[in-house]
């Protein structure tokens, strides 16, 4: 076995061996969180590995698991009835911070037809990857993970009303080696089990926060870029759990605190060429670079949603913390929500900086190249570079600032239903609307404290 990723070949000498027992099957949620069942090894070995169940309101929740209505997938009426969850093999692999497990991610089929589902995040994605090899390329893509590190466990902050957070580290520790140092016991073993399952980790380092840590991961094929931030994301949760620590990819957990983000890096290819590079091209930049640039600009609003899902989420929107407010781009310039990283370089891409650490990440990529695959059939135009402080750039058109401005962008995108189809759609847009329901239904501390006396 020469690879973090097995084949089911791999898989049985594994089990005979006795060093798998069991198989996490898993399918990836509307929220990008993995749901799914444990299966004993020779169960799966047996007809696990082929297909089994999973009751369809689980791309039909919230964070909470409710049960919304409104949705046409599913709902009480239609009695929530099953989906075939399909293993994809090509990504089965060992999870070592886990004793005796592997793990395998799944697609979604419909029970009665084993059509793909298409809300279904990855099948979201899938789409959007096959319409751009339609054209020719193939879209390559990062991720970066920020989060918080926190001193407590999760089950002790729940029970004491998540007050008084304590981050692990106690100042702000971007590319600092002493204090990061100190949260090892944690990113150490985050870093190596991660790369021993086959998501290939480039570093970590101190965020720009107090107690805030980011994981980069090797760029990769869009969906294998999905599936390692899923996994990672995941992976970071548990192992802070093991260590007695939580960490946690909330964007903005204090006001005065620096949110977090995820920020995703892409460009095309064919051939094995980078198509975005052309060495004749202004800052290195291609054509075809150039349209898609134009179309990630003209469809920013479109897409916020997907990149920005839950109240909590625009609170991260906030001018003077490296997280975005407007939708320009520029060269090497973290204040505009779209960087052009390697400049004049073989490796020039685009950076969306807009998205938070809390995406689905196949929605968030799903949405990018929908919106810069549009921009290259219909050939828009680059507008040229900002300069300087994009916050304080009265020219610039904004980023939506709060759920409903995105939500009503996503409900009326002509690109994003022509790209996605109306039921995709649709579907994310009755999301958004019970996030806000749920939100506006709730009367929040801070109103009790402002107003309790003095009003």
Not at 90 to 109: F, N, Q, Y
Not at 153 to 177: F, K, Q, W
Not at 393 to 419: F, G, K, Q, Y
Request: with cysteine; hydrophobic share 40%.
């Amino acid at each position: 076995m020469t690879s973090p990723l097995l084949t089911l070949d791999d898989l049985n000498n594994l089990a005979a061996s006795g060093n798998i027992d069991t198989v996490l099957v898993c399918l990836v949620d509307m929220q990008g969180r993995l749901m799914g069942k444990r299966f004993h090894v020779t169960n799966f070995l047996e007809s696990g590995h082929e297909e089994t169940h999973c009751c369809n309101y689980l791309l039909a929740t919230d964070l909470e698991m409710a049960t919304p209505d409104g949705y046409a997938a599913t709902s009480w009426q239609a009695g929530y009835g099953d989906y075939v969850m399909k293993p994809d093999l090509g990504t089965l692999r060992l999870m070592p911070w886990l004793e005796g497990t592997a793990l395998v991610l799944c697609d979604i089929l419909d029970h009665h037809t084993h059509a793909p589902v298409p809300p279904a995040p990855r099948q979201v994605l899938k789409e959007q990857i096959a319409r751009l090899t339609a054209h020719g390329f193939t879209p390559m893509m990062a991720t970066e993970l920020e989060f918080f590190i926190f001193r407590k466990s999760l089950d002790e902050m729940r029970a004491e009303g998540y007050r008084d957070l304590a981050t692990l580290g106690p100042y702000n520790e971007d590319y600092h080696i002493l204090q990061t140092t100190k949260e090892e016991h944690v990113m150490r073993p985050l870093r190596n089990h991660l790369v021993a399952a086959g998501v290939p980790v480039e570093n970590s380092k101190g965020e720009a926060e107090v107690g805030q840590e980011e994981l980069n991961i090797k760029y990769a094929d869009a969906l294998g870029c999905a599936d390692h931030h899923t996994i990672a994301k995941h992976a970071t949760k548990e192992i802070a759990w093991q260590k007695g620590h939580s960490a946690s990819f909330l964007p903005k957990w204090h006001h005065d605190r620096v949110g977090s983000a995820s920020h995703v890096h892409m460009s095309l290819w064919a051939d094995g060429k980078n198509v975005f590079h052309d060495p004749g091209g202004e800052n290195g930049m291609s054509q075809t670079m150039r349209h898609f640039m134009g179309g990630l600009i003209a469809f920013a609003a479109d897409c916020t949603y997907f990149f920005a899902p839950y109240i909590n989420s625009y609170k991260r929107f906030v001018k003077g913390t490296f997280a975005p407010t407007k939708t320009a781009w520029s060269v090497d310039n973290r204040t505009a929500g779209f960087r052009l990283c390697g400049a004049d370089t073989k490796s020039v891409r685009v950076e969306c900086r807009i998205p938070g650490s809390d995406i689905n990440p196949y929605l968030t990529q799903a949405a990018l190249l929908a919106a810069g695959l549009k921009g290259i059939e219909d050939k828009l135009d680059l507008s040229p570079a900002a300069t300087g402080d994009m916050y304080e750039d009265e020219s610039v058109p904004e980023i939506p600032n709060t759920l409903r401005a995105a939500t009503e962008s996503l409900r009326s995108s002509t690109m994003l239903r022509a790209a996605m189809g109306d039921f995709v759609i649709d579907h994310y847009t009755r999301a958004a609307e019970w996030e806000q329901e749920e939100f506006d239904r709730v009367v929040t501390d801070w109103e009790v404290a402002r107003g309790f006396e003095k009003a």
